[in-house]
């Protein structure tokens, strides 16, 4: 099993910054990739960055420009720096981790509120 704990969410203006971490710990194998998820009120849980542990990332086309995904292998981390909000990014964040190795297998941090307001 994984655990995820994540930290970072807050309210912001729009065009501030934040940026959450999510600490990964139990049965972390060298193949595996996270990423961070959203959901607005309503709507369908998306994509919003994902990394594997060789440093391949990959971006929703709404996010591109603005937001750094990174990671800290050594730590179990990983970061999304989120730059220029808007009010449009509001939603929950969850971390996401991948297993790939011994067998595929999936994991769910327990979300994060952002909120993009004035």
């Known amino acids: 099993q994984v655990q995820l704990v994540e930290s970072g969410g807050g309210l912001v203006q729009p065009g501030g910054s934040l940026r959450l971490s999510c600490a990964a710990s139990g049965s972390i194998f060298r193949i595996n990739v996270m990423g961070w998820y959203r959901q607005a009120p309503g709507k369908e849980r998306e994509l919003v960055a994902s990394?594997?542990?060789?440093?391949?990332?990959n971006y929703a086309d709404s996010v591109k420009g603005r937001f750094t995904i990174s990671r800290d292998n050594a730590k179990n981390t990983v970061y999304l720096q989120m730059n220029s909000l808007k009010p449009e990014d509001t939603a929950v964040y969850y971390c996401?981790?991948?297993?790939?190795?011994?067998?595929?297998?999936?994991?769910w941090g327990q979300g994060t509120q952002v909120t993009v307001s004035s």
């Open positions: 996401n981790f991948k297993n790939i190795v011994p067998r595929r297998s999936e994991y």
């Open positions: 990394a594997t542990a060789d440093g391949t990332t």
